[in-house]
């Protein structure tokens, strides 16, 4: 069975960090292109970092996360982790991982295969 599982959100303040995990089983991580997104209620998913499996150097960062969050992955482990620094209230959502068909520098991931579940961040302010 396929499953991705998101782990590591949580309460914070306002410039607080946090690193979410997602662990995934049934398939291999590496294998894939894979990346982080947030939705919050009433708004479209929005699309937050990605890395190709294809070309480590070809990664996406949405603008409104550059140079605050930082994506990687352990092949080992089989998980992706997302290293959320400078939080804002405004990053408060909750958080998905997925993996996909191919990654995108420019657009992101495209190709969507699996979705985690999601897990839970609170920025406050």
């Known amino acids: 069975e396929v499953q991705l599982v998101e782990s590591g959100g949580g309460l914070v303040q306002a410039g607080g960090s946090l690193r979410l995990s997602c662990a995934a089983s049934g398939f291999t991580v590496a294998d894939y292109a894979i990346g982080w997104f947030r939705q919050v209620p009433g708004k479209e998913r929005e699309q937050l970092s990605c890395?190709?499996?294809?070309?480590?150097?070809?990664?996406y960062y949405a603008d409104s996360v550059k140079g605050r969050f930082s994506i990687s992955s352990d092949n080992a482990e089989n998980t992706l982790f997302l290293q959320m620094n400078s939080l804002k209230p405004e990053d408060t959502a909750t958080y998905y991982c997925g993996a996909a068909l191919g990654c995108s520098a420019m657009l992101g991931l495209y190709g969507m295969d699996y979705w985690g579940q999601g897990t839970q961040v609170l920025v406050s302010s």
């Open positions: 890395l190709s499996d294809t070309d480590p150097s070809i990664r």
